[in-house]
Structure formats: structure tokens, C-alpha cells
Nanobody
Framework: QVQLVEHGGGLVQPGGSLRLSCAAS????????LGWYRQAPGQQRELVAE???????NYADSVKGRFTVSRDNAKNTVDLQMNSLKPEDTAVYYC????????????WGQGTQVTVSS
């Protein structure tokens, strides 16, 4: 069982920055890809960014150049640095752990609200 706990959500103005952090605990998660999904009001959940144990990354086109995902394998954490935030980035953001054996991540955090508004 893997537990994921997010921190760092909040209210920011358009053009601002925010950093989300996620701490992982449990067994057999080190080889998992870690990442972030989000769900905006009235929308489906979508992949924002993911990173493998070796450091390979993948981003949604809508966040490329603005968001950066990173992980610290020694600390068992994954972060999402969000810059140049837009109102359309408003969503609940979920930390995820993915073994690659299914279409969706195996484990999900509780979610943290990010609101971008003036």
C-alpha cells in the first residue's frame, strides 16, 4: 500500500507561482512513476506531469514551459513548480503513483485545491 499526501495548494493571482509537494510512503513505490493529475470544475481528470524513477518527464501540452515536475528519490517526494499561472489552471491537483500496469495510476493523494483568480 502506498500513501500520498499533498501540500501547497492555495489562492494565487494570474501570472503568479505556486509549488506543490507530495510525500510518498509505504512499500514498493520507489520504481513507480510519480506525477500530478488535475480536475477542473465540470471537467475530466487529466494528466499534468509525470516523472519516472530515473528522471524522465512528460507534460501536458497546456503546461509545457510553465510547470516543472521533479522528484527526490532519497526523500520519497515529488514536487510540481507552477509558474505563469492562468485562471484555467484552477483545479484540484492530485499526486499519483503509477506502476505502468494499468491505464490509470495505482495510487492517488487526497487532492489539494489550486485557485488562480484576481
Amino acid at each position: 500500500q502506498v500513501q500520498l499526501v499533498e501540500h501547497g495548494g492555495g489562492l494565487v493571482q494570474p501570472g503568479g507561482s505556486l509549488r506543490l509537494s507530495c510525500a510518498a510512503s509505504g512499500s514498493r513505490f520507489r520504481a513507480y512513476a510519480l506525477g500530478w493529475y488535475r480536475q477542473a470544475p465540470g471537467q475530466q481528470r487529466e494528466l499534468v506531469a509525470e516523472i519516472t524513477f530515473s528522471g524522465r518527464t512528460n507534460y501536458a501540452d497546456s503546461v509545457k514551459g510553465r510547470f516543472t515536475v521533479s522528484r527526490d528519490n532519497a526523500k520519497n517526494t515529488v514536487d510540481l513548480q507552477m509558474n505563469s499561472l492562468k485562471p484555467e489552471d484552477t483545479a484540484v491537483y492530485y499526486c499519483t503513483a503509477d506502476s505502468g500496469g494499468a491505464l490509470m495510476p495505482d495510487y492517488w493523494g487526497q487532492g489539494t485545491q489550486v485557485t488562480v483568480s484576481s
